[in-house]
């Protein structure tokens, strides 16, 4: 991810993956991770009791577009090396928010305390990948031009359920002209591991937002008179059925604090 | 393409192109193609004396999505091998419109009267290639399931100019629900030598369309409340180039009476 990603946040941040995390893991670095790394896929974390861990897996493949597994632990391992060298679950997130039959119960900046031999983690592709990419294509990107984030809305399109798991749909927002918002489209397809192309354009009231200016999540960002509103799954879609489900005991990530891999963005574009 | 692609002509007509051609040559078919030779590329038509087709070829190469280039002649000579076996272009299109000065003076089955030694030949993808490849891909077409043909604009963008040949593109547009129109782009990205991905979506008013129930040609087709307009460059634009170029002599096809070639659809998708 270029610098000018987030024009607000300091310039780049370790260019090495592995740098990062070992930063991150020593508590060298605690804040947000999107001038972390360019070029590498960050993914969402979501940790869950094994008893739990199934019927979540089931909810991902049913709803891939919202959450793409990048990759997943064995149980009771803190080790994913398929997405990072010596990547530990349990120390290489800047902060991780843990939950308690569904409800928030505080930041913590490492789970090595929290960690149980049931556990399973799940890390979702996020949408910096393809961020990237509209801006390597030379598409603008306004909240980021703004360094704001990017609003959230919950839509009356619901997810397919299973087991416990359920909910509607919540989808991102960025504003593009007609002619860029068939070239975002073009460009995202490249990445169905990371929320791939939009689910909608356009006619926001068709998927139940009713007000483009009221976020669910996230800073309103302006839609211009000559502009579309492009909708992506969102990768809060899978956190928000978890806080519904309300298993006794789950982590995730904090807002912006991702997992950094060592898998290049341009590894999981599909052509 | 299917023989649901037109719903009010007859059921598919001719499984092999050459047949096809054999056929229209020997004045046993002189009514439109739609329902020709499923599965193969057809073409728009132009034919120019040397002298203008420098300056065509060049207005092509600049505005390839309204103008992809399938195939043209060397001068004086009425075959296109690589588009057909056997392919004269005087005789094996069903109808050629002609035109003195730039203006219409008529329409004939037959062009080898009118052949001369300087004429080049240009045939130019259409958009039956990638309508077969939405149907396809399920997504419905409206205009086809009406039995009618494709509403068209003239925008106001302008193409890019070479010597005499200018003007402003013309569209055609096809209706769409928003997830159906994300789609759309990705089907017909796969054929940019036919038009390509639609160069716009939604808000026709930003390319000068300011009554999409007004088309310039063509009958108009209902945009339903949950629908957006999705317009994709029409091959109608060379022609109204060449009428505002008013060359001493010009023909072209008449509209829907296409060239038949040999090429599959699906060897001219670029994925």
Redesign the interface.
């Known amino acids: 991810m270029p610098d000018s990603l987030m024009p607000n946040v300091p310039a780049t941040l370790f260019a090495d993956p592995r740098e990062a995390r070992r930063a991150i893991r020593a508590g060298r670095h605690t804040g947000w991770t999107a001038n972390v790394a360019p070029g590498f896929v960050q993914g969402n974390l979501a940790i869950l009791p094994a008893d739990w861990a199934g019927e979540f897996l089931r909810y991902c493949q049913l709803n891939p577009k919202p959450c793409p597994i990048v990759g997943m632990s064995e149980p009771g391992d803190p080790f994913l090396p398929q997405l990072g060298q010596d990547l530990d679950i349990r120390s290489d997130v800047p902060s991780y928010r843990v939950f308690r039959d569904g409800v928030p119960e505080g930041d913590v900046p490492d789970i090595a305390h929290l960690w149980r031999d049931d556990l399973v983690a799940f890390v979702l592709g996020c949408s910096f990948s393809f961020e990237a990419a509209l801006l390597d294509a030379g598409l603008p990107l306004r909240h980021i031009a703004c360094g704001t984030g990017v609003p959230m809305y919950l839509t009356n399109v619901p997810t397919a359920p299973a087991g416990r798991f359920h909910g509607n749909l919540v989808v991102s927002m960025r504003p593009f002209k007609?002619?860029d918002?068939?070239r975002a489209?073009?460009v995202t397809?490249r990445f169905p591991n990371v929320h791939g192309?939009?689910?909608?354009?356009?006619?926001p009231h068709?998927i139940g937002i009713d007000d483009i200016d009221q976020p669910w999540e996230g800073p309103a960002t302006e839609v211009m008179a000559?502009e579309?509103p492009v909708f992506w799954a969102c990768g809060v879609t899978p956190q928000a059925a978890i806080r519904m489900a309300r298993p006794p005991f789950a982590i995730t990530h904090t807002p912006g604090h991702m997992v950094v891999t060592d898998i290049r963005n341009a590894a999981v574009a599909a052509?």
């Open positions: 007609p002619a918002a068939v489209v073009q397809s192309a939009p689910v909608h354009i356009g006619l068709l000559d579309l052509l």
